[in-house]
Protein backbone atom coordinates (compact mmCIF):
# COMPACT_ATOMS: atom_id res chain seq x y z
CA UNK A 1 0.00 0.00 0.00
CA UNK A 2 1.42 3.27 -0.88
CA UNK A 3 1.91 6.27 1.41
CA UNK A 4 -1.27 8.11 -0.15
CA UNK A 5 -3.52 5.12 0.16
CA UNK A 6 -2.42 4.67 3.70
CA UNK A 7 -3.20 8.25 4.40
CA UNK A 8 -6.66 8.07 2.78
CA UNK A 9 -7.42 4.90 4.76
CA UNK A 10 -6.23 7.01 8.02
CA UNK A 11 -8.94 9.97 7.07
CA UNK A 12 -11.58 7.93 6.12
CA UNK A 13 -11.25 6.14 9.60
CA UNK A 14 -11.37 9.88 11.52
CA UNK A 15 -14.71 11.15 13.14
CA UNK A 16 -16.21 14.34 11.51
CA UNK A 17 -15.91 16.00 15.18
CA UNK A 18 -14.54 18.90 12.74
CA UNK A 19 -16.50 18.80 10.13
CA UNK A 20 -19.74 18.69 12.26
CA UNK A 21 -19.01 22.76 13.42
CA UNK A 22 -18.89 23.44 9.67
CA UNK A 23 -21.89 21.57 7.90
CA UNK A 24 -25.51 22.03 9.35
CA UNK A 25 -26.28 18.38 8.36
CA UNK A 26 -23.76 15.79 8.64
CA UNK A 27 -23.84 13.95 5.52
CA UNK A 28 -21.37 11.22 3.77
CA UNK A 29 -18.58 12.74 1.81
CA UNK A 30 -16.52 11.11 -0.75
CA UNK A 31 -12.76 10.19 0.69
CA UNK A 32 -11.47 12.99 -1.40
CA UNK A 33 -13.68 16.14 -0.41
CA UNK A 34 -13.24 14.86 3.36
CA UNK A 35 -9.23 14.84 2.81
CA UNK A 36 -9.27 18.06 1.65
CA UNK A 37 -12.02 19.77 4.40
CA UNK A 38 -9.36 17.51 7.69
CA UNK A 39 -6.39 19.42 5.65
CA UNK A 40 -8.31 22.95 5.60
CA UNK A 41 -9.38 21.46 9.33
CA UNK A 42 -5.60 21.05 10.34
CA UNK A 43 -4.24 23.97 8.41
CA UNK A 44 -6.25 25.99 10.19
CA UNK A 45 -5.70 24.22 14.17
CA UNK A 46 -1.61 24.81 12.62
CA UNK A 47 -2.17 28.71 12.16
CA UNK A 48 -4.59 29.23 15.55
CA UNK A 49 -1.01 27.14 16.99
CA UNK A 50 1.43 29.41 15.38
CA UNK A 51 -0.54 32.36 16.63
CA UNK A 52 -0.33 31.44 20.11
CA UNK A 53 2.83 30.24 19.63
CA UNK A 54 3.74 34.07 18.60
CA UNK A 55 2.17 35.50 21.92
CA UNK A 56 3.88 33.29 24.02
CA UNK A 57 6.69 33.79 22.68
CA UNK A 58 6.10 37.85 23.02
CA UNK A 59 4.71 37.19 26.85
CA UNK A 60 7.95 35.34 28.10
CA UNK A 61 10.26 37.99 26.54
CA UNK A 62 8.61 40.72 28.51
CA UNK A 63 8.30 38.42 31.60
CA UNK A 64 12.31 37.65 30.98
CA UNK A 65 12.69 41.43 30.62
CA UNK A 66 10.81 42.17 33.78
CA UNK A 67 12.78 38.97 35.76
CA UNK A 68 16.09 40.85 34.33
CA UNK A 69 15.27 44.46 35.77
CA UNK A 70 13.52 42.71 39.20
CA UNK A 71 16.97 41.01 39.42
CA UNK A 72 19.33 43.88 38.71
CA UNK A 73 17.03 46.58 41.51
CA UNK A 74 17.96 43.55 44.09
CA UNK A 75 21.77 43.33 43.11
CA UNK A 76 21.70 47.31 43.58
CA UNK A 77 19.86 46.88 47.10
CA UNK A 78 21.88 43.87 48.55
CA UNK A 79 25.09 46.39 47.54
CA UNK A 80 23.41 48.95 49.39
CA UNK A 81 22.57 46.45 52.27
CA UNK A 82 25.67 45.34 51.92
CA UNK A 83 27.69 48.74 52.49
CA UNK A 84 25.14 49.95 55.35
CA UNK A 85 26.23 46.48 57.22
CA UNK A 86 29.64 47.45 57.10
CA UNK A 87 28.78 51.09 57.98
CA UNK A 88 27.27 49.83 60.89
CA UNK A 89 29.84 47.81 62.10
CA UNK A 90 32.39 50.10 62.45
CA UNK A 91 29.78 52.78 64.41
CA UNK A 92 29.50 49.53 66.79
CA UNK A 93 33.28 49.32 67.14
CA UNK A 94 33.90 52.78 67.96
CA UNK A 95 30.55 52.91 70.05
CA UNK A 96 32.14 50.11 71.95
CA UNK A 97 35.12 51.69 72.70
CA UNK A 98 33.08 54.95 74.21
CA UNK A 99 33.78 55.49 77.99
CA UNK A 100 30.01 54.50 80.07
CA UNK A 101 28.71 58.42 80.64
CA UNK A 102 28.82 57.32 84.50
CA UNK A 103 32.55 56.80 84.65
CA UNK A 104 33.01 60.28 82.88
CA UNK A 105 34.61 63.01 84.54
CA UNK A 106 33.00 66.79 84.26
CA UNK A 107 36.31 67.77 83.04
CA UNK A 108 36.40 65.62 80.60
CA UNK A 109 33.05 65.40 79.04
CA UNK A 110 33.99 67.67 76.32
CA UNK A 111 37.07 66.11 74.68
CA UNK A 112 34.55 62.82 75.46
CA UNK A 113 32.12 64.32 73.09
CA UNK A 114 34.51 65.77 70.97
CA UNK A 115 35.68 61.96 69.92
CA UNK A 116 31.90 60.79 69.35
CA UNK A 117 31.08 63.32 66.96
CA UNK A 118 33.98 62.97 64.36
CA UNK A 119 33.62 59.42 63.96
CA UNK A 120 29.80 59.85 63.53
CA UNK A 121 29.84 62.03 61.17
CA UNK A 122 32.38 60.49 58.99
CA UNK A 123 30.10 57.33 59.17
CA UNK A 124 27.23 58.43 58.21
CA UNK A 125 29.08 59.80 54.76
CA UNK A 126 27.35 57.65 52.18
CA UNK A 127 27.40 57.21 48.44
CA UNK A 128 23.80 55.93 49.11
CA UNK A 129 21.61 58.98 50.67
CA UNK A 130 18.04 56.79 50.80
CA UNK A 131 18.28 53.15 51.24
CA UNK A 132 14.90 53.44 49.63
CA UNK A 133 15.96 55.09 46.30
CA UNK A 134 17.04 51.79 45.36
CA UNK A 135 14.15 50.23 44.99
CA UNK A 136 11.68 51.63 42.78
Do not use: C
Not at 25 to 53: F, G
Not at 58 to 85: C, F, G, I, P, V
Request: no cysteine; net charge negative; charged share 30%.
Amino acid sequence: MSTLETVRVFLTEQPLEGLEKVYQEPRELPPEERAQNVTRLLRKQAEEVNTEWEKLNLHSADWQRKTDEALEQMQELQEATDELDLKLRQAEVIKGSWQPVGDLLIDSLQDHLEKVKVPSTTLLQSPVRDPGEVVT
